[in-house]
């Protein structure tokens, strides 16, 4: 079982990116899935999450407004990003865990993708 990252990159500030998480090796049908990042010396944080239907998703207050989170099949999400600032530098993992609820703690999730790195430039 594996989940593939994807789409990171530099950007100048004010640019945008979209980030890919493909999984394999099983349906993700009844799996929640999130984004999460990690900058140097801080904590993992989670930047978005959605439902295993799609229909319900969850946004960090840092990038409300600026990301969107889909999902365009039982395997596979994307994180559409615009308007990014230096402080969304971050290595950004993408996560599944195994619940029809959106869940906000790294505990909760049963696998991880390998992370991309998002280098914003000022």
């Known amino acids: 079982v594996q989940l593939q990252a994807s789409g990171g990159g530099l950007v100048q500030t004010g640019g945008s990116l979209r980030l890919s998480c493909a999984g394999s090796?099983?349906?993700?049908?009844?799996?929640?899935m999130g984004w999460f990042r990690q900058a140097p010396g801080k904590e993992r944080e989670l930047v978005a999450a959605i439902s295993w239907s799609g229909g319900n998703t969850f946004y960090a207050d840092s990038v409300k407004g600026r990301v969107i989170l889909s999902r365009d099949n039982a395997n596979t999400v994307n994180l559409q990003m615009s308007s990014l600032k230096p402080e969304d530098t971050a290595v950004y993992y993408c996560?599944?865990?195994?619940?029809?609820?959106?869940?906000?703690?790294?505990?909760?999730?049963?696998?991880w993708g390998q992370g991309t790195q998002v280098t914003v430039s000022s």
């Open positions: 090796g099983r349906t993700f049908s009844s799996y929640s």
């Open positions: 996560a599944a865990g195994r619940s029809s609820l959106i869940m906000r703690s790294t505990c909760s999730y049963d696998y």
